[in-house]
């Protein structure tokens, strides 16, 4: 692992009072949920087609505020 993002972990974990070991380990759920959606995605696109462009702004208006 590279020096600068073993330290990079090391200060996020700090910041959220984790052991490294935990902050990573709830970094890769993060990480597996977002596939895990990006999957469930894919396939309701497969069967419905695209997403509009006014659908995409609806979603990231209710996500983002």
Excluded: N
Excluded at 16 to 41: G, N, P
Aim: glycine residues 4%; charged residues 35%.
């Amino acid at each position: 692992m590279p020096a600068e993002l073993a330290a990079a972990i090391r200060e996020a974990a700090d910041a959220e009072m984790q052991c490294e070991s935990e902050w990573m380990a709830e970094a890769v759920r993060q990480r597996a949920k977002r596939l895990d959606l990006r999957e469930v995605i894919a396939e309701w696109q497969a069967e419905h087609g695209a997403f509009t462009e006014e659908e995409k702004a609806a979603a990231r208006a209710e996500l983002y505020g």
